[in-house]
């Protein structure tokens, strides 16, 4: 789910940067990748926005303890609960004209601005299982920022970070199934057998 909701978010950012840009047919502004080769060099393309996931972390608040129960088939079927995810995104413009490099991220900063949640009736790309994400402005100190460009072993770009919540993951795996309860027979404890 989460190469998913990436793909949607790049997706729907690339169809904004078309008209806002005034792009070509098929000329792509916006790419999902990291920002450094293991070998040093850049990873992010010129005249490109990249988007990189640099954090993962649980959403707790809505976290349920108890195991699914449904019925298929005839048969009771008992599943772990889903893991809610906040994914923590960074956009980065590499465009050789720094003015260009700082209107794209205004333009990412104006899309999510424009359209903070995402759900089926508003982005018909969603994937399915999905009912709603809420994209949501990230601050960095520039304490977070130094060390978050350090860990990703890059130059600093004009960026802007946000939070994408929740992405839900859900394995298929059925703990336990057997057949419903159709009664119940009680039985009086007090009566005396004879």
């Known amino acids: 789910m989460v190469s998913q909701v990436i793909e949607l978010l790049v997706s729907e950012l690339q169809d904004h940067l078309r008209v806002r840009g005034r792009l070509e047919p098929g000329e792509e502004r916006i790419l999902a990748t990291r920002f450094q080769n293991p070998d040093g060099t850049s990873a992010l393309p010129n005249d490109r926005v990249g988007l990189c996931l640099f954090n993962v972390d649980e959403e707790r608040i809505m976290k349920t303890q108890n195991r699914i129960v449904s019925l298929v088939d005839g048969q009771v079927s008992y599943t772990q609960p889903e893991v809610r995810l906040n994914l923590y995104l960074l956009f980065a413009a590499n465009f050789g004209v720094y003015q260009t490099a700082l209107q794209h991220i205004e333009w990412v900063v ?77 039985r009086d404890s007090s009566a005396r057998r004879t």
Do not use: C, H
């Open 110 to 186: 104006a899309f999510f601005q424009a359209k903070r949640v995402f759900t089926p009736a508003n982005s018909p790309r969603m994937p399915a299982g999905l009912d709603e994400l809420a994209v949501d402005l990230y601050s960095l100190t520039l304490e977070q920022q130094n060390y978050l460009w350090s860990i990703l072993g890059a130059k600093y770009l004009p960026s802007v970070a946000y939070q994408v919540r929740p992405v839900l993951v859900q394995d298929d795996k059925i703990d336990a199934n057997g057949a419903p309860v159709l009664e119940i027979q009680l």
